[in-house]
């Protein structure tokens, strides 16, 4: 079973920034669209940005757009996302997840890592 990792998380403060990683041990993510998900206790699973196999295509939620970017590269077998300008309402722990499918956007994630905490605070 493929099990990807987060990296990147911490505590920052409003206005500031962090890069979460994702990468996989054993396997290749090229062939996969790669979406960032995060969750609050007691809230839903929101879809943060999503990215396409060929990184041609992206997606990211209203309340992220223009903050964050995802991006990939495949030579290091690695998606990040870049969050800038952090507010507190970011805070969560985010996942990222892999999808075989190839529908757009993706309609099923197949592999999820365990999570990166992000917290930002004053």
């Known amino acids: 079973q493929l099990q990807l990792v987060e990296s990147g998380g911490g505590l920052v403060q409003p206005g500031g920034s962090l890069r979460l990683s994702c990468g996989a041990s054993g396997f290749t993510l090229d062939l996969y669209a790669i979406g960032w998900f995060r969750r609050v206790p007691g809230k839903q699973r929101e879809g943060v940005s999503i990215?396409?196999?060929?990184?041609?295509?992206?997606y990211y939620a209203d309340s992220v757009k223009g903050r964050f970017t995802i991006s990939r590269d495949n030579a290091k077998n690695t998606v990040y996302l870049q969050m800038n300008r952090l507010k507190p309402e970011d805070t969560a722990v985010y996942y990222c997840a892999a999808a075989r499918n190839s529908w757009w956007p993706p309609y099923e994630y197949d592999y999820w890592g365990q999570g990166t905490q992000v917290t930002v605070s004053s």
């Open positions: 990215i396409s196999a060929s990184g041609g295509s992206t």
